[in-house]
């Protein structure tokens, strides 16, 4: 055996070999037979496998960049799917962006558009506020921008003056949100008004609902609202027919069923028993006829919020508000006749179709109690309430309290 540092050993049958290099060592292990002759005659870097044939030994640098190589290609999968994964992410996000940037200034253009001519602060004799938000949405009969043959197709009429078929009060508060009809001839008390175009003042009467929209306009009606109900009206929200039709059009329809057949001649509708994809003029004679309804205006009443929680269901999901392709439309369609307070603007309008899309599933849609539908007046037949039970419901919605039915 050679003591010298880096010398070898050497045994008579197997040769064992033993390379020292500053402590660390390695064995190698080649039959006699295979590669006769010493150590120091054999070629370097060689040594035999198992059959004896020689074969070069494997330089350890050599050995650590295979080593290298196969754990990039063991690596470098995983990593292009990751950058493919980023790629598709910024994509996405940036059409996410732009989708928001057209959308917003569609709502930016179409806010600059409204007309916002209510002023509530100049309602007069108002009561205090109560807890919770009062919405006063109002369907009018306004024929704003529809030509003669549009008023034919949509039973409009020719009549004058402003007259409203819709009177909804949505509250919204701590107890989810509550959907509440007026009928149109409910026998209210008017409070004394002046007519806007004479200035001629008329004393307080009893008339009806209705009559208040035709006489004084919003303002007129929301007073009579407040006067009758102890409610304050926070918020105006009126649409007229030629905006309505846009308006489902615009969403692509509304979905409705009903569980009769449908022929109302004045109102022009006309469906079978079932479910129906309502284009806007088939909407608009569904929440405007009564005529086959058992309770008449009650009967439009319930058709009205029906619809109305379903239209907001449908123009509250992403798909509609966050597409400029369909925000636009729906904005250009409505804006002719849509008509807010001066404290409103059009993103306000977006948790009032949340409230009214809630009243679906956990919200309450009720009908004022209603005492008699045919009370003889020298204004024609009206609708009157129930005293105490009214005024319990009104307490209610003013305190922000569960509505209880009545």
Not at 54 to 69: E, F, I, L, M, V
Not at 399 to 404: A, E, G
Request: aromatic share 4%.
């Amino acid at each position: 055996m050679n003591d010298r540092p880096g010398g070898w050993s050497r045994r008579d049958s197997d040769v064992e070999t033993t390379r020292v290099i500053t402590g660390h060592a390695w064995v190698e292990i080649a039959r006699r037979r295979a590669l006769p002759g010493p150590p120091s005659t054999r070629p370097r870097g060689i040594t035999s496998n198992s059959s004896g044939i020689p074969r070069p030994r494997q330089p350890a640098d050599d050995q650590n960049q295979q080593d290298r190589g196969s754990y990039n290609l063991r690596t470098r999968q995983p990593k292009a799917r990751r950058g493919r994964l980023h790629r598709i992410t910024r994509i996405v996000a940036v059409v996410v962006v732009l989708l928001l940037i057209a959308s917003s200034g569609t709502y930016v253009w179409a806010d600059s558009k409204l007309d916002r001519v209510v002023d509530l602060g100049k309602v007069a004799d108002r009561p205090p506020h109560g807890k919770g938000t009062n919405y006063l949405i109002v369907g009018s009969d306004s024929r704003a921008g529809l030509s003669e043959q549009a008023k034919k197709e949509l039973h409009a009429g020719s009549a004058s003056g402003g007259r409203t078929d819709t009177m909804i009060l949505l509250h919204t508060g701590a107890h989810g949100t509550s959907m509440l009809s007026l009928p149109r001839d409910s026998w209210v008390t008017i409070p004394p008004y002046v007519l806007p175009d004479t200035g001629k003042h008329y004393p307080q009467s009893k008339n009806k609902l209705n009559a208040a929209f035709s006489l004084g306009g919003p303002t007129l009606l929301v007073q009579t609202i407040e006067r009758n109900t102890g409610l304050r009206i926070d918020h105006y929200v009126e649409v007229g027919l030629g905006g309505f039709v846009g308006i489902v059009n615009g969403i692509g329809g509304v979905r409705m069923c009903v569980d009769k057949n449908i022929n109302d001649p004045k109102s022009g509708e006309n469906l079978t028993k079932g479910c129906h994809l309502l284009n806007g003029s088939q909407a608009l004679s569904f929440v405007r006829q009564r005529h086959q309804e058992a309770n008449g205006d009650l009967g439009r009443i319930q058709n009205q919020q029906r619809f109305l929680a379903t239209l907001a269901h449908k123009a509250a999901t992403p798909g509609v508000m966050l597409n400029p392709l369909k925000v636009y439309p729906i904005m250009s369609a409505g804006l002719g006749t849509l008509v807010l307070d001066k404290s409103m603007r059009l993103w306000s309008l977006v948790p009032l179709f949340r409230a009214t899309k809630s009243t679906i599933g956990s919200g309450k849609r009720i009908d004022i109690p209603v005492s008699n539908l045919d009370f003889r007046t020298d204004k024609g037949s009206a609708v009157t309430w129930k005293g105490p039970q009214s005024r319990k419901l009104f307490a209610e919605l003013r305190n922000d309290q569960p509505v209880q039915r009545h």
